[in-house]
């Protein structure tokens, strides 16, 4: 196949995806996988009849590809802003899935129940907390004032959900899952005491999801499992060996400095198909699966520059496996990915929701 190629290999998908119901079912939660990772239909199926309850979405569109493919439960976990367009196409959807969306305003859930009308009833909610991430979400002893309001319009408040991003960090895991608990703990208690009980509480991310105790969570939406990437490699949550996605790239270019230096070479796979994204802690732009002493230094939208540490470079048109920093950027850059079954190219999957952004 032409490189760069983006190669899935489905025994390690299937490894991961298999591990984390086990992990997730061994706890007595359910698992809610967030399919803006994947946005591929095989993959979806995979994880819900592996154990998966439903799937996570970020969009409407997303929401729309997968009800479409006959997954039956779906939770776009997003503040959404609906207008009437967007309202419609959500009873569309709860024609066909059990639909419950993120609030985290009243203005949000007043603005959701209008545009619902009469059928607000129709499309569950769950209040988004702020669990130190401070991204959206609100502080949890003010969920009580936002489900009253979401309640009071006609809204089924069903819950409550967080993201601990800040789990996302060298050795921040496990104070994540602390700072998680802890917000939950609080908005659950103040619901409760508000009169909303029998509430599902969903949270996790991919870096502390197998820290969770369910002493409050109930349901877990990992995404980034499904795959690992180098950001996940690095923080030490996968291992080379539970990467199931590579970008197969060529060496096209040698760069050859002083003895006492690093080789450097180019790989054509750059920021059109990897992603730019790098976080502050990152040592590069992502790595290569068999080298892992290696890092790409730089990106440019076709150019991968791999500094290579010691010994003869690689010769040009070797081709090479390039783990993405953030998988998910990298997936929605392509139509489709090659899958593998026991190192032999097998078929393609089409990347179904890809582009479905609003």
């Known amino acids: 196949m032409p490189t760069p190629a983006v190669v899935v290999d489905a025994d390690v998908l299937g490894r991961n995806i298999n591990a984390m119901a086990r992990s997730v079912q061994e706890r007595g939660l359910v698992l809610r996988p967030h399919a803006k990772t994947h946005k591929i239909?095989?993959?979806?199926h995979h994880q819900i009849a592996a154990g998966a309850i439903g799937l996570t979405v970020a969009t409407v569109g997303e929401a729309e590809v997968f009800a479409a493919a006959g997954v039956a439960d779906i939770f776009i976990a997003y503040p959404l802003w609906v207008d009437e367009r967007a309202a419609g196409r959500l009873l569309t959807l709860a024609d066909h899935a059990h639909m419950t969306v993120g609030v985290d305003s009243a203005e949000g859930a007043l603005r959701l129940a209008r545009s619902l009308g009469a059928s607000a009833s129709r499309v569950d909610v769950r209040i988004e907390v702020d669990s130190g991430h401070h991204r959206s979400g609100v502080p949890p002893y003010e969920v009580p004032e936002v489900a009253a309001a979401a309640s009071a319009a006609g809204l089924p408040v069903v819950g409550i959900f967080t993201f601990p991003g800040h789990s996302y960090g060298p050795g921040a895991a496990e104070a994540a899952v602390a700072?998680?608990?802890?917000?939950?703990?609080?908005?659950?208690?103040?619901?409760?005491?508000?009169?909303?009980?029998?509430?599902?509480v969903s949270g996790g991310s991919t870096p502390s999801a197998r820290l969770s105790s369910g002493s409050i969570i109930t349901e877990l939406r990992p995404g980034v499992y499904v795959f690992g990437d180098a950001q996940q490699w690095e923080l030490g949550h996968c291992r080379p060996e539970d990467i199931a996605l590579t970008v197969e790239g060529t060496v096209v270019s040698h760069r050859r400095g002083a003895?006492?230096?690093?080789?450097?070479?180019?790989?054509?796979a750059g920021s059109k198909v990897l992603g730019s994204d790098r976080a502050p802690w990152a040592t590069g732009y992502g790595r290569l699966l068999d080298h892992p002493e290696a890092r790409i230094v730089a990106l440019s939208e076709h150019h991968a520059t791999v500094e290579w540490p010691s010994g003869a470079l690689p010769p040009l048109g070797a081709r090479l496996r390039v783990v993405p920093n953030h998988v998910c950027l990298a997936v929605n850059l392509v139509d489709e990915v090659h899958v593998v079954r026991d190192g032999v190219l097998r078929e393609r999957w089409t990347v179904a929701a890809r582009g479905r952004n609003s």
Request: aromatic share 6%.
């Open 179 to 200: 700072d998680e608990d802890r917000a939950l703990s609080v908005a659950v208690s103040a619901l409760e005491d508000a009169g909303f009980r029998d509430l599902e």
């Open 41 to 44: 239909i095989e993959i979806a």
């Open 259 to 268: 003895p006492e230096q690093p080789g450097r070479f180019i790989v054509d």
